[in-house]
């Protein structure tokens, strides 16, 4: 059975276009691998830049083994030059009742 997970990269300074491309690479590189569902990634934005990612891992099993993919560590070491990972209730929109979020689809950059 599929795991959603709700991925949050807050932006290092000046790295805005960067953390685009990676997130723009991240979902494919993860189907490629055949980590994740079909079901297609969600990307949006919070209006402090915050990017919010959410997909679906095809099970527990595939979250272990993208922690010893090379293609995985590769672009996960890309984002750590470019984001800060935060939780998601780090978010201000997430204290709201229906959060809202500027929706970015795959390959917009921000």
């Not at 402090?48 to 997909?55: A, L, S, W, Y």
């Not at 995985?72 to 709201?96: D, H, M, N, R």
Request: net charge negative; proline share 9%.
């Amino acid at each position: 059975m599929g795991r959603s997970v709700i991925a949050v990269y807050k932006p290092r300074p000046g790295k805005h276009l960067e953390l685009a491309e990676v997130v723009n690479r991240h979902w494919p590189v993860l189907q490629r691998e055949g980590l994740v569902t079909d079901r297609p990634t969600h990307i949006m934005r919070a209006a402090d830049g915050t990017i919010v990612e959410v997909f679906e891992w095809l099970s527990p099993e595939a979250i272990e083994q993208a922690h010893l993919n090379p293609e995985v560590l590769k672009i996960w070491e890309q984002f750590g030059a470019a984001c800060e990972y935060a939780p998601i209730g780090s978010v201000p929109e997430a204290a709201t009742l229906f959060s809202e979020f500027e929706t970015l689809h795959p390959n917009q950059v921000p």
